[in-house]
T-cell receptor, first 113, second 115 residues
Framework: GDSVTQMEGPVTLSEEAFLTINCTYT??????LFWYVQYPGEGLQLLLK?????DKGSNKGFEATYRKETTSFHLEKGSVQVSDSAVYFC????????????FGTGTRLKVLA | DTGVSQNPRHKITKRGQNVTFRCDPI?????LYWYRQTLGQGPEFLTY????????KSRLLSDRFSAERPKGSFSTLEIQRTEQGDSAMYLC?????????????FGNGTRLTVT
């Protein structure tokens, strides 16, 4: 069935390090892809999205490219900050026959000063 | 845009009791979703409304769960005869109707603890 797989965390990095969080998906049709972020004590917020193959979503220094050939949507940031410490969720939607959004299990990022 | 509002923030109840949660979506959004999230997991889909019509329900939503959205505005999620396994964060989200790629806007959730 349709699903999202994320790399397990926690991911611990030093400030200014390069970040990659892997996300791959299994889906019928041509889903839209999202990254959401959940800061401590807060609700999920949209970070970025892409709606078709080769689209690049970007926001707050984060980027992810919709790769249809590898069914992936990896999240990257060139230089992380302590304030980026959060849980990151990959998600997809716009599947045939359903309105639901499917989320991965989340990857916790901890950035050390 | 005041965001999605959920009440209460926390609910502690004894096993066997009924509980009801409320969600007020962003006013111009006609799509409303309920999700459940347990520790260390991503949100799991429960049900979806378009205006007042409940168009999709997950198999996770047992007969003890019921959701309504009268008049297509706020929504309620009721759990009858609660069980300890119902303990989780219940999330509400809304989005505008549109073509592909409409993101969900989440509330801060209602944390349910069943003792």
């Amino acid at each position: 069935g349709d699903s999202v797989t994320q790399m397990e965390g926690p991911v611990t990095l030093s400030e200014e390090a390069f970040l990659t969080i892997n996300c791959t998906y299994t889906a019928t049709g041509y889903p839209s892809l999202f990254w959401y972020v959940q800061y401590p004590g807060e609700g999920l917020q949209l970070l970025l999205k892409a709606t078709k193959a080769d689209d690049k979503g970007s926001n707050k220094g984060f980027e992810a490219t919709y790769r249809k050939e590898t069914t992936s949507f990896h999240l990257e940031k060139g230089s992380v900050q302590v304030s980026d410490s959060a849980v990151y969720f990959c998600a997809l939607s716009d599947l045939p026959g359903t309105y639901k959004y499917i989320f991965g299990t989340g990857t916790r990022l901890k950035v050390l000063a | 845009d005041t965001g999605v509002s959920q009440n209460p923030r926390h609910k502690i109840t004894k096993r066997g009791q009924n509980v009801t949660f409320r969600c007020d979506p962003i006013s111009e959004h006609n799509r409303l979703y309920w999700y459940r999230q347990t520790l260390g997991q991503g949100p799991e889909f429960l049900t979806y409304f378009q205006n007042e019509a409940q168009l999709e329900k997950s198999r996770l939503l047992s007969d003890r769960f019921s959701a309504e959205r009268p008049k297509g505005s706020f929504s309620t999620l009721e759990i009858q005869r609660t069980e300890q396994g119902d303990s989780a964060m219940y999330l509400c989200a809304s989005s505008p109707k549109g073509t592909g790629g409409s993101p969900l806007h989440f509330g801060n959730g209602t944390r349910l603890t069943v003792t």
